[in-house]
């Protein structure tokens, strides 16, 4: 399914190029990355999938932790009952948020200075009054087994959003849509917003990778990992 959502069009973009339709829930259909789990908590809910240049602007090379929180905030638009009703803040919209509440300086706004999961924590509370848990995992070894795994399957249990990731050595911010434990280890349900170019069905998103299963082994091993998990509570409400 994709959604003319939120996005810019030719008449009202300051950028040159057209939005374009957005895609919702891109994982579904997806299998798990083990025969038989022993656990697996995935989002349950509608999203939709923001990437680069998805409405106009061309963000390449630094815009991947906008589109990771715009995905984030187009789930609680659509799931958590009480947040204000309005797309996803766009890229100008962010910058001017992130200065208004005093995290940047002016000549952050317009720049192409990148974001992370705390700039993101403070934004999804700035628009939607959602707070956030941030968790850091000292090193993609074995501490995003020990630590990062059970607080994600505790996570989309209660809030079920979808989660941002970011790191140091792995600087590249990605989404996450679910954990996976087998016999042989965990494996994250990794959402990939460096996506550039036309509009993709869910079929070839997947091929291409761009919603995947990944190890745990396949990070960074070296790398600390920040994770920003919004607080819904939206199972307990449904309970």
Request: with cysteine; charged share 20%; hydrophobic share 30%.
């Amino acid at each position: 399914m994709a959604i003319n959502w939120g996005g810019y069009s030719s008449e009202n973009s300051p950028f040159t190029a057209t939005a374009i339709p957005l895609l919702t829930n891109i994982h579904r259909g997806l299998p798990p990355p083990v025969a038989d789990p022993l656990k697996m908590t995935i989002v349950d809910g509608d999203y939709q999938y923001y990437h680069y240049g998805c409405d106009g602007q061309d963000d390449r090379g630094w815009g991947c932790g906008y589109r990771t929180l715009q995905t984030m905030a187009s789930w609680l638009i659509h799931n958590v009952e009480g947040v204000p009703k309005r797309p996803p803040p766009k890229i100008p919209e962010i910058q001017q948020a992130l200065v208004t509440m005093m995290d940047k300086p002016r000549p952050f706004l317009g720049s192409k200075d990148w974001i992370g999961t705390f700039e993101a924590s403070l934004v999804l509370s700035y628009f939607y009054n959602v707070p956030s848990k941030l968790v850091h995992i000292r090193s993609g070894g074995t501490e995003l087994d020990l630590v990062a795994v059970e607080e994600l399957h505790q996570h989309f249990a209660k809030n079920s959003c979808p989660v941002m990731m970011g790191g140091d050595r792995d600087n590249s911010s990605k989404g996450i849509l679910g954990v996976c434990t087998g016999t042989d280890g965990s494996y994250l349900l990794i959402v990939d917003p460096h996506y550039h170019g036309r509009q993709l069905g869910r079929e070839e998103t997947q091929k291409r990778g761009w919603v995947e299963w990944k190890r745990l082994s396949q990070f960074n091993q070296s790398s600390f990992y920040n994770l920003c998990l919004p607080q819904t509570d939206v199972k307990t409400q449904m309970g």
